[in-house]
């Protein structure tokens, strides 16, 4: 199944509430699990993600570490301005392993909003 969010399938970090030279949030759409955006302490942080065009989305799946709790938004319009919630998540402490999250959805979007609510620790990174 083609990986929509991939940058080289389009996909585009619109808007990072962080950022950190280091680890910018286009790190998260190279497809490598090595490479991650992290945030910058606080919480909540969020980032927009938006797919080459208005799509059928069947599963969102997540890579990360140390988020505690997580939502998801999407937008099916032009611009960014009104989102609706998919879900929320709750994601167990698995200490220095990644957090692998799929779900599976039925919806359209052209944009994907993450929020990050919470987090394990101080940081906490999304790979994928």
Not at 102 to 109: C, K, L, P
Request: proline share 3%; charged share 30%; net charge negative.
């Amino acid at each position: 199944m083609k990986d929509y969010a991939r940058e080289e399938n389009g996909g585009l970090v619109v808007m990072a509430s962080c950022s950190d030279e280091r680890f910018p949030p286009e790190n998260m759409l190279d497809g490598k699990d090595n490479t991650f955006w992290v945030t910058t302490g606080m919480f909540p942080q969020e980032f927009v993600l938006r797919l080459e065009s208005c799509i059928r989305v069947s599963k969102i799946t997540t890579l990360s570490l140390n988020v505690r709790k997580l939502a998801v938004e999407k937008c099916d319009q032009d611009k960014p301005d009104q989102f609706e919630k998919v879900f929320e998540v709750e994601l167990a402490n698995r200490g220095d392993r990644l957090q692998t999250e799929v779900h599976q959805v039925n919806i359209r979007a052209k944009y994907l909003k993450f929020i990050l609510l919470q987090g394990h620790g101080e940081f906490a990174t999304v790979n994928r």
